[in-house]
């Protein structure tokens, strides 16, 4: 029987009295790598927030893999924005790794010998292994982006959420990350990403979810990411770019 | 008198005894709140004790210290739940809900201790000396509370410190695995009352920040290490405890509070100056080193190229 990685049923999500995210409705087919775009304000990391639960939800339902969000915990790996954190915190790139695996551990217990192995295998997937035991503020912010993604992976989850994992990273990071998540797509990991490249999309994401406020499209990249659905989500703002440019971004 | 005396002192032993505790968990817990980013929070907890010592003083109209550290612990949980409920139902940032909390329960707490000043109990009551704090007045019974809420502090931060960690450094994290964020919150909160509580008879409700948040801070200087800072956070607050408490004990009529808290500032100067790496001498002494490599492979070059 099919059943969907997510499943989202008429998400409501309000910050004071205004809607940020209007009765969203989805839902995601396993393995697959799942790009959400839109405009600035539409509220595209909310929309991750509110699955997650980190912010509270007027209404809707989020179910994973056919069960409900609290039972599957264990299952969902996130990357939070990297800003969200005060990177001068006194720990190093392999402890912060090592927190992906505080879910599975539970109370009371020691991060010890397996939880580091685990850690330094996640780093090596990222290219990290040689910073392991760097201060994390002497990281630049594409390695900082790297250990979060690492901790991610430490997570061992059968779906992500990444908000803007390529913000502030240079080419080369962003090859690898998107080469790591194209691999967890491969071994049937749901990854999704809050992207903002237009010039990307079509050749990262075999999905693509068009945001703005509401779920204006959302199915394979080939179908969903046209000029009329985009001119429709980003409300016109596209017009500026010439038919050139455009067909160049949308071949 | 010497240190022999004092050492031989049983009372000031007492007080040794007690303010070493003191300083050892207000440092191990204030680490947690520095990192957090809630310096604030212990002053406005320390301040919000003073009407909760005022109102149970009133209530009981006797003075016992167990009554009046009830009370501060009662009034420093009225103050987390009012700065809690101002920061989470409406838009003002918990930097300005804290100066909020804090000055309004100072000033009902001030407002009551004059009235109670100019009650027939009048001076008798001694309240005002939890303004500043008084170690003359701790009795043995008080420095076995302080040793038992510094046992539990520090008991308690070791047995959550993987929770503690990850709800310092990444909150939205561990809200995702499903740490119970909110409960956590309210959690070190409350340790921070407790390290408040005990702390009110030996430094004042004025001063007790500093006790929290100084050491943290000189603690920092020294490490990259989250638990490092955390055992010799505990222990700069202990040397301040034991340093202040010796300094008062053999100068006359110096209080122990104000210059336990000093002790403290002393630490965090030597530190802050001293420190490898992070210390102020130490950057500098890189950034002019470095000047000079650089100044000198650009005259080398200049040199064997020339114009």
Known sequence: MYQAALKVENLTIAYHKKPVVEDVSFEVPEGNLIGIIGPNGAGKSTLIKGILELIPKLSGEVTISGSSYKLMRKSIGYVPQRESVDWDFPTNALDVVMMGRYGHLGWLKRPGKAERHKAMECLDKVGMVEYANRQISQLSGGQQQRIFLARALAQEADIYFMDEPFVGVDAATEKAIIQLLMELKEKGKTVLVVHHDLSTVKEYFDWTMLLNKKVMKIGPTKEVFIPEYLQETYGGRLAILSDAQSGLLLK | ?307
């Open chain 2, 1 to 307: 008198m010497n240190l022999l005396d004092i050492i031989n002192d049983p009372n000031t032993r007492w007080i040794l005894l007690g303010t070493m505790f003191l300083g050892l968990s207000s440092g191990v817990i204030g680490s947690f709140a520095y990192l957090r980013k809630q310096s604030l929070l212990g002053d406005t907890l320390a301040h919000a004790a003073l009407p909760g010592i005022c109102v149970a003083f009133i209530l009981t109209g006797v003075k016992s210290t167990s009554f009046f550290l009830i009370g501060a612990a009662l009034a420093g949980l009225v103050a987390v739940f009012l700065i809690s409920v101002l920061t989470r139902y409406s838009k003002i940032k918990q930097d300005a809900a804290l100066g909020i909390v804090l000055s309004s329960f100072f000033g009902f707490g001030i407002v009551l201790l004059t009235q109670i000043q100019q009650s027939e109990y009048g001076n008798q009551s001694g309240l005002d000396t939890f303004l500043f704090g008084q170690t003359a007045s701790m009795v043995m019974s008080d420095v076995y509370m302080m040793m038992t809420v510094s046992f539990i502090l520090i008991f308690t931060c070791t047995v959550f410190f993987k929770e503690f960690k990850l709800l310092s450094f990444d909150p939205g994290f561990a809200k995702g695995i499903g740490l119970p964020v909110v409960f956590l919150d309210y959690f070190i909160m409350m340790l921070i009352v407790a390290a408040v509580v005990i702390g009110i008879q030996a430094v004042g409700v004025v001063l007790m920040a500093s006790l929290l948040i100084t050491p943290a801070v000189s603690a920092r200087y020294w490490t990259e290490r989250l638990h490092i800072m955390v055992i010799l956070s505990g222990i700069f607050g202990m040397l301040s405890g034991v340093s202040g408490t010796l300094i008062s004990t053999s100068v006359n009529n110096l209080p122990t509070g104000p210059l336990i808290v000093l002790s403290a500032t002393v630490w965090f100067f030597f530190s802050m100056l001293f420190a490898p790496k992070r210390g102020v001498l130490s950057t500098v002494w890189r950034r002019l080193s470095t000047k000079k490599k650089y100044s000198l492979e650009q005259d080398k070059r200049k040199g064997s190229h020339p114009l």
